[in-house]
């Protein structure tokens, strides 16, 4: 065993470009929380916000303009991440992770009302601890490993110490930063050390001194931070700051948002000096991205937290501003410092990549639906490469929703399969070239029927393959009752055109 230990070291150290006497590269995993791809200056799609930490980010490394999540949630995002496995698997397709009642199993669902065509399946409610984790194959690789900042897969026994990681804080299953991103929290056994702290300045503050303590191996630190997601708040002087800077003509005009999305920044920044300072950047890797889309359907400053133009929809939606999040990767030796790729990745590609890159080998038996994604960071194309989303949900709640779907993306085509949606129990579907629509305005599933016939064949083997538990048709439809033109349009609440919708926050729509 130690002269596999040995080897495994030297070779990792050679593909980063490092001596062989140096330890094997650090991993962080910087995760957002509804930060959608409009919402960094990244992409040239914002003036409002402010990022230079994420810009000096992607100096280091690679972006990627077409990142996507797994989902358009943030738990079945979150599950993907750390698993490499398609929501469509795992089944975690909501983001009721926080729920009291333990379900492990997805199920076909049993009814629906009488206006859906569909009876969506019911999800489970935890991460099972059988599926191995990246935590747990970087631990087995002699990785220290620590999770800080919002989980979301379940508290103990599903907590971040079951599933690969040797510390958690503050170790809450909730959905958010506990009542407020400024102090006074109400996280059970987490305070403040002083009043007004920013829930993000401390989280980057505590990784940082855990990072400190690791020099006696490779760490494993995993920010998966609260910012962006409600509740909207954030420190006074920069809210009045940005809210100097507003132009009402903008779409994007949310002075609070723009100083949580500065916050957010400065603890990317905080890591990042930290990371110069203990001179261990050139043996770092780092991930940044978003578990989904930007937030289209609160009201904050009598406008929506932000917009993802020139994308449409945002989270709980199946479309492109649901789904395409920031992406960034550096990785030092391989990944070209300030280089862009057009090559199209997913939340499950990142452990199989790590995994390749560090010469690390799966479990026995175990499988990813993820795919490596080192010739992309190397400057490769991923030629043919596909990737799917399923969400087999409906949000009425939110602008730009659509009945239970799964998409795929292929070069510049996405293709939307609506289960059930069309006549007699058909599928519906929608398809647009990305290329030239990227607002997904133009339906060509009509004068596409060969393309929409061979990307719904790689859905019907994507579901085959993950063994998804999908939508069902409804036997109890009354199509009297059935409301198409209410598809896309937002429902007021307690006004939903189907099953009530789960207001935003709550378990069964978004998270």
């Not at 750390?82 to 669902?109: E, K, M």
């Not at 690969?164 to 400024?182: C, E, Q």
């Not at 989280?203 to 006696?216: L, Y």
């Not at 509740?231 to 005009?253: G, L, M, S, W």
Request: aromatic share 8%; with cysteine.
């Amino acid at each position: 065993m130690k002269l596999i230990s040995i080897l495994f070291f030297v070779f990792s150290a050679l593909l980063c470009g490092q001596s062989a006497t140096a330890q094997p590269p650090n991993v962080i995993v910087i995760l957002a929380d509804d930060l959608g791809w409009s919402d960094t200056t990244l992409y040239g799609n914002t003036t409002f916000y402010q990022t230079p930490n994420i810009e000096r980010l992607a100096k280091r490394g690679m972006t990627f303009t077409r990142a996507h999540s797994a989902s358009p949630l943030c738990s079945p995002t979150r599950s993907a991440l750390l698993t490499g496995l398609s929501p469509a698997r795992t089944g975690i397709t909501t983001p009721n992770c926080h729920v009291p009642q333990v379900v492990l199993q997805a199920t076909t669902g049993k009814k629906a009302p009488p206006d859906q065509k569909a009876i969506m399946p019911d999800p489970p409610t935890r991460l099972k601890p059988e599926y191995r984790t990246l935590a747990e194959a970087l631990k087995d690789a002699g990785y220290a490993t620590a999770h800080f900042g919002k989980w979301h897969l379940g508290p103990e026994p599903y907590s971040p110490l079951q599933q690969g990681f040797d510390v958690d804080l503050p170790h809450t299953p909730g959905p958010g930063p506990a009542g407020s991103f400024v102090a006074p929290w109400k996280f059970a056994n987490f305070k403040e050390k002083s009043p007004g702290e920013h829930i993000e300045d401390r989280m980057a503050a505590e990784a940082v001194a855990w990072m400190e303590q690791q020099a006696a191996k490779p760490f494993y630190l995993n920010y998966w931070m609260f910012s962006v997601h409600a509740p909207f708040d954030a420190k006074k002087a920069n809210i009045e700051k940005h809210r100097a800077r507003i132009d009402p003509k903008d779409a994007q005009r949310s002075p609070t948002y723009a100083a949580m999305i500065e916050s957010m920044d400065d603890a990317i920044g905080t890591l990042l000096d930290a990371l110069d300072r203990l001179k261990i950047a050139d043996n770092t890797i780092i991930i940044f991205t978003s578990d989904n889309g930007g937030n289209m359907y609160n009201e904050v400053d009598g406008t929506t937290p932000t917009s993802n133009r020139p994308l449409r929809g945002g989270k709980a939606t199946m479309f492109e501003g649901g789904t395409r999040v920031p992406g960034v990767i550096v990785w030092p030796g391989i990944a070209a410092a300030g280089s862009r790729s057009d090559a199209i990745i997913q939340s499950e590609d990142y452990y199989p990549t790590l995994l390749e890159g560090l010469a690390l080998k799966p479990a026995e038996g175990q499988r990813f639906d993820g795919a490596s994604i080192l010739p992309a960071l190397k400057g490769d194309s991923l030629a043919g490469k596909a990737v799917f989303q399923y969400f087999p949900h409906n949000n009425p709640g939110v602008p730009d929703w659509l009945p239970p779907a799964v998409s795929v993306h292929r070069g510049d085509w996405k293709l939307i399969r609506i289960f059930h949606g069309g006549e007699k129990g058909a599928h519906r579907h929608l398809l647009f070239n990305l290329r030239d629509d990227l607002g997904e305005k133009n339906n060509l599933a009509a004068q596409k029927p060969e393309l929409v016939t061979d990307l719904d064949s790689l859905i019907g083997k994507f579901l085959a393959d993950t063994k998804a538990v999908v939508p069902v048709p409804n036997p109890a439809l009354d199509p009297a009752k059935y409301r198409p033109e209410l598809e896309g349009k937002q429902q007021p609440k307690g006004k939903a055109p189907a099953k009530k919708a789960a207001k935003p926050g709550e378990a069964r729509a978004k998270r």
